[in-house]
């Protein structure tokens, strides 16, 4: 018999989620750049995109400004709520590695402020 509940689907899961910082108003030649997130670091409960868009933010990775300026964004372009589980994303196959990074889309930043 083959246990298939989502306490072994979740053993099958890396420890770790990727992630690329995509700016939009970037110039072609910019490289976009990748970071890894341990999920041991956020605590039980603390596991939607939107801890991770927190942690982002408050751990100083994009300044504050940007926060209204952020969306997250799947490998074939799909939107993605702040509300989703990273757990989900990484179970659809997305965020397990470098290569399949999802995307925190930055802009557009011409409506940004001035300070």
């Not at 689907?9 to 970037?26: G, K, M, Q, T």
């Not at 490998?75 to 757990?87: A, E, Q, S």
């Not at 179970?91 to 590695?97: L, T």
Request: glycine fraction near 8%; hydrophobic fraction near 40%; charge should be negative.
């Amino acid at each position: 018999m083959v246990n298939t509940s989502a306490d072994s689907r979740e053993e099958d899961l890396p420890p770790i989620f990727w992630f690329s910082y995509v700016y939009l108003h970037a110039k072609p030649e910019t490289k976009v750049v990748s970071q890894r997130v341990k999920l041991c670091d956020f605590p039980a409960g603390q596991d939607r995109l939107a801890n991770v868009t927190n942690w982002i933010f408050s751990n100083g990775f994009l300044p504050n400004k940007l926060r209204p300026f952020v969306q997250w964004q799947s490998g074939d372009k799909r939107k993605l709520g702040d509300d989703i589980c990273v757990k989900d994303v990484l179970g659809w196959g997305e965020g397990g590695c470098e290569d399949l990074a999802l995307a925190l889309v930055i802009g557009p930043l011409s409506f940004l402020p001035s300070n």
